[in-house]
Structures are given as C-alpha cells and as structure tokens.
C-alpha cells in the first residue's frame, strides 16, 4: 500500500524559509513524477511544483516560480519543496502527491495518492 506522509510545515514570517519533505513508501518511489499541492483556508487545492522521475525537469506554479524549488532522492524515497520569501498568501496546507504515469501529461491531473497534509503558516 503506497503511503505518502509529510513533514517540515510550521508557523513562519513572512520572507522566510521552510523545506518541506514527502516520504514514499510502498511504491517503486523512482518510477513516477511527484508533485506538491496546497489548499489555502476556503479554496479549492492549486498545484505548486512537479518534479519527474529522475528529477530533471521541474515544474512550478506562477505564483511561486523564483521563490520555490523541488527535489528528490531517489535513494531516500523523499521529495522536496524548498520554499524561499515565503508570504502571507503561501498559507496553506501542502500535500505531496504521486502522479499514475511515468510522465507528466499535466500538471493538475493523473495524480493516484495523496497525503495527509502538512500546515504551512505564514504571519505578516
């Protein structure tokens, strides 16, 4: 059973840090793009960032392209969202996620398991 469980959210201010983490397990970690997501309080879940299986071509949202970057080791079944300049309108829960295919059709769609959540704050 694949599970996917991340970790490194908190309470930050506004042009901070966090790097969020997404472990894999129960899957060929290796074999599929992941993805990160995030729900803001009352709005539907927007994607963020996409990575491919061997990590060489990444994919961001607008709203965070230049202050976000994601990875992944391979090694360690983990992906990575590096958030930089962080502010208010980042506030959300981020949700890693693992897409069907061995390719990415499209950002927003083909994702098969999801995580729980982890709660991203940031104050002003």
């Known amino acids: 059973q694949v599970q996917l469980v991340e970790s490194g959210g908190g309470l930050v201010q506004a042009g901070g840090s966090l790097r969020l983490s997404c472990a894999a397990s129960?899957?060929?970690?290796?074999?599929?793009?992941m993805g990160w997501f995030r729900q803001a309080p009352g709005k539907e879940r927007d994607f963020v960032a996409a990575?491919?299986?061997?990590?060489?071509?990444?994919y961001f949202a607008d709203s965070v392209k230049g202050r976000f970057s994601i990875s992944r080791d391979n090694a360690k079944n983990t992906v990575y969202l590096q958030m930089n300049s962080l502010k208010p309108e980042d506030t959300a829960v981020y949700y890693c996620?693992?897409?069907?295919?061995?390719?990415?059709?499209?950002?927003?769609?083909?994702?098969?398991?999801w995580g729980k959540g982890t709660l991203v704050t940031v104050s002003s």
């Open positions: 990575i491919s299986r061997t990590g060489g071509t990444t």
């Open positions: 129960g899957c060929t970690f290796s074999d599929y793009p």
């Open positions: 996620a693992s897409y069907d295919k061995p390719w990415i059709e499209h950002t927003d769609y083909g994702m098969d398991y």
